[in-house]
């Protein structure tokens, strides 16, 4: 298997405008995870799906984050309109579940200038 | 209140110490507990996952749990200068990763 795929890796966008991150889970993984990393903050869980199903999205910061699964392979997070404070590393990950390891993706260096 | 601690570090050890990185959780009720490497610009990846009380050990590397003290450790024995890095601890709770903030080690040749 591949592992976990994302993209795209780096990201450079001007303030307000879309930004669209997507994910490959692992075939075979019921569980998908959106983080978003920062020195500041560390690895933040903004929301997870299990079975395609958003399960927890409390940790989504604003209304201007939003995220779908809409099927078993794919995944996407949406930032609109994007914020200079948006900028960060986001990774996806996916689990087998029943608590079980999780495996990250390689991660999207976003940048909101 | 954060669900995982950590000491932030940094940690410094030697080339061949032992290195000890240590990690407390809140909920009584997390099953499984994991440790993961990640290098500077890269993403976490999996080296050791503990589900049971004591001590598990693959190659260079021991996990101990101990679900009484809601403590979790890794030991990274005749460590390298490849092993610096940041380690962070995740707690699964509910199908859930709750994760600490990480520990930086450098292993000093």
């Known amino acids: 298997d591949a592992g976990v795929i994302q993209s795209p890796r780096h990201e450079v966008t001007e303030m307000g405008q879309e930004v669209t991150l997507r994910c490959k889970p692992i075939s075979g993984h019921d569980y998908l995870f959106w983080y978003r990393q920062t020195m500041m903050r560390g690895l933040e869980l903004l929301i997870y799906?299990?079975?395609?199903?958003?399960?927890?999205d409390s940790g989504m910061p604003e209304d201007r984050f939003s995220a779908k699964m809409p099927n078993a392979s794919f995944s996407t997070l949406k930032i609109q309109p994007s914020e200079p404070r948006d900028s960060a590393v986001y990774f996806c990950?996916?689990?087998?579940?029943?608590?079980?390891?999780?495996?990250f993706g390689q991660g999207t260096r976003l940048t909101v200038v | 209140q954060k669900e995982v601690e950590q000491n932030s570090g940094p940690l410094s050890v030697p080339e061949g110490a032992i290195a000890s990185l240590n990690c407390t959780y809140s909920?009584?009720?997390?099953?499984?507990f994991f440790w993961y490497r990640q290098y500077s610009g890269k993403s976490p990846e999996l080296i050791m996952s503990i589900y049971s009380n004591g001590d598990k050990e693959d190659g260079r590397f021991t996990a101990q749990l101990n679900k009484a003290s809601q403590y979790v450790s890794l030991l990274i024995r005749d460590s390298q200068p490849s092993d610096s890095a940041t380690y962070l601890c995740a707690v699964n709770t509910g199908n859930q990763f709750y994760f600490g903030t990480g520990t930086s080690l450098t292993v000093i040749p």
């Open positions: 990950a996916s689990s087998p579940g029943g608590g079980t390891e999780a495996f």
């Open positions: 909920d009584r009720g997390s099953q499984s």
């Open positions: 799906f299990n079975n395609n199903v958003p399960i927890d």
